[in-house]
């Protein structure tokens, strides 16, 4: 951002958000006036005294307000990062790049620049009146026409969508009575995904659909591509009935499709699960004990970080693989519906996605559900991350078992070392046990 000339200064104060303030009383318009009045009698009387040492003041104080209001005309800055998006644990260079071009020096200059807690960074945060945010303050002078630049790293600490900015900067005179602020209101955004959990410490079961035992190929019947019928048994669905072939054959025939390996996997967070729950199964918004709301943080990443780890090891299985959250995006408001697809960049869409997923609920999981279920292709295995569930979600899935859905329950636990389970269900006594487990 730049500030180009003394005559545009006047128009863009409104737009760019200037600031002027002075450091007393006397110095401010009404002291100056007051002052100048003063010094106007001595001269009347000829009290030479008090006349030079007001006049010193009164220019002075003139001499300090020009250079202050001309001390950010023909100053640039801008923020640039080395990545706007990382994994926790992993750091993010940040450099703030000052120029001053113009033949007046900057005996001081002063950058703020908004940072989210969040971060750690390598100089320590001042903070603000948001609890959420501090303040990386950078400090220096500046001669005529010179550059200066600072870089700062911020270590990635925690899964989220993170706003940085807006970015102050204060100069003023050599004397500091004026100091004047300039506030860019242009925000960047940096997004730390969830944390990947390796493959090997998920102790995945199989996520085959199909039959008892693991195959070296996942097979699905495509129902788009029928290949021939064959007679009717009483465990096929009379959805796939080839009517015109019963009506040939006298007998019901049954439509039959040419296999395909690909595997459509739906990935549902259930985010209200992870609030707490009486007997009845109305949520808890007043937490008691703020560990016990801890706990309950954590155990809400751990069903985000697995819910990503999942979603990542179906991808590389060459599987298609959505995402499904009844929560609030940061960035939005809505909740998250991300289609099944294997695309190469689905996998970033879908941790970028869970990188915004707060804790608010849009609505809960059931209703959240039963409005998504018709849009999922035929043939969809679906996976629910959760914490709780109740007895509206255990009614629900039970019902998508009967209707021939393949479904597969990850539960999470809390505690000081969040721990999970992992159930395989194809029949509604299996579903029962996954409801009934405890950690």
């Not at 100069?171 to 959990?197: A, E, M, W």
């Not at 290949?227 to 009379?238: A, C, E, H, N």
């Not at 019901?252 to 259930?270: H, S």
């Not at 969809?380 to 039970?398: C, K, P, Q, Y």
Request: net charge neutral.
């Amino acid at each position: 951002m730049a500030i180009n000339s003394p005559d545009t200064l006047l128009s863009e104060e409104k737009k760019r958000r200037f600031s002027t303030k002075n450091t007393g009383y006397l110095l401010g318009k009404w002291g100056l006036i007051a002052l100048l009045a003063v010094f106007l009698i001595a001269v009347w009387y000829r009290q030479t005294a008090i006349a030079v040492l007001l006049g010193l003041v009164l220019s002075t104080a003139g001499l300090s307000r020009l250079w202050s209001r001309l001390s950010l005309v023909g100053v640039t800055y801008h923020r640039t990062f080395s990545e706007k998006r990382a994994f926790p644990g992993e750091a993010i260079q940040i450099k703030l790049s000052l120029t001053n071009r113009k033949l007046l020096p900057l005996p001081w200059i002063q950058a703020d620049d908004a940072i989210p807690l969040a971060f750690s960074s390598d100089v320590k945060l001042i903070p603000t009146e948001q609890p959420s945010t501090g303040l990386l303050v950078s400090n220096t002078a500046m001669s005529w026409y010179s550059e200066t630049s600072w870089n700062h790293q911020l270590h990635c600490n925690r899964r989220g969508y993170y706003q940085l900015g807006p970015l102050t900067i204060t100069s003023g005179d050599i004397f500091g009575l004026y100091p004047r602020s300039i506030q860019d209101d242009k925000i960047d955004y940096l997004i730390v995904y969830p944390r990947i959990i390796p493959l090997e410490q998920l102790d995945i079961p199989s996520l085959y659909p199909l039959g008892e035992t693991k195959a070296e190929q996942r097979i699905f019947e495509d129902p788009t591509r029928t290949i021939g019928v064959r007679d009717y048994t009483p465990q096929d669905s009379l959805r796939h009935v080839h009517w015109k072939a019963s009506a040939r054959h006298q007998n019901l025939q049954i439509k039959v499709f040419e296999p395909t390996t690909t595997l459509n996997v739906a990935l549902f967070l259930a985010v209200d699960s992870y609030q707490q729950f009486n007997q009845q199964g109305a949520i808890l918004y007043q937490y008691q004990q703020e560990t016990e709301a801890n706990q309950t943080d954590e155990e809400f990443e751990s069903g985000i970080s697995l819910t990503a780890s999942l979603a990542k090891y179906i991808l590389d299985q060459h599987s298609t693989a959505g995402l499904f959250v009844n929560t609030k995006l940061v960035d939005s408001g809505q909740p998250a519906e991300i289609q099944p697809g294997r695309s190469d960049d689905q996998l970033i869409n879908i941790l970028e996605t869970l990188a915004k997923v707060t804790s608010k609920s849009s609505s809960s999981f059931s209703k959240y559900l039963q409005s998504v279920r018709n849009k999922l292709p035929w043939g969809t295995t679906i996976i629910v991350v959760a914490s709780f569930i109740s007895l509206e979600m255990h009614t629900l899935l039970t019902d998508l078992i009967e209707s021939g859905y393949k479904l597969m329950i990850v539960r999470t636990f809390g505690g000081d070392t969040p721990t999970f389970a992992i159930h395989t269900v194809k029949h509604s006594e299996e579903l029962a046990r996954a409801v009934q487990e405890k950690c």
